[in-house]
């Protein structure tokens, strides 16, 4: 069975840091990529971020968390990794780890996930 399992999530004051890590099972690490993405109260769920399952490793990262999260993959543990700095009160959300249809990253490609994690709970206090 193919599985994603997401852990790191929490409460965090507003300007400190989280990370959270999302474990796969049941499936080759390398054949597809991997995205985060955040479903806030009231909110359609949006893609934040991803990573290609490419040897370069290539990202996106939405306007909204540009220059403050910050994705990796570890490939010996199968696991792809978010950290987030400079939290705003507007980073709570539920986030959401996701297999992709496609190896490579893209904004486009972030429409297309064949897998999701269970999410995570990310509350920021101001």
């Known amino acids: 069975e193919v599985q994603l399992v997401e852990s790191g999530g929490g409460f965090v004051q507003a300007g400190g840091s989280l990370r959270l890590s999302c474990a796969t099972s049941?499936?080759?690490?390398?054949?597809?990529?991997r995205g985060w993405f955040r479903q806030a109260p009231g909110k359609e769920r949006e893609g934040i971020s991803c990573i290609s399952a490419t040897n370069d490793g290539s990202t996106y990262y939405a306007d909204s968390v540009k220059g403050r999260f910050a994705i990796s993959r570890d490939d010996v543990k199968e696991t792809v990794y978010l950290q987030m700095n400079s939290l705003k009160p507007e980073d709570t959300a539920v986030y959401y780890c996701g297999l992709l249809a496609s190896r490579i990253c893209s904004w486009y490609g972030m429409h297309y996930v064949e897998l999701w994690g269970q999410g995570a709970l990310v509350t920021v206090s101001s």
């Open positions: 049941g499936i080759t690490f390398d054949e597809n990529a």
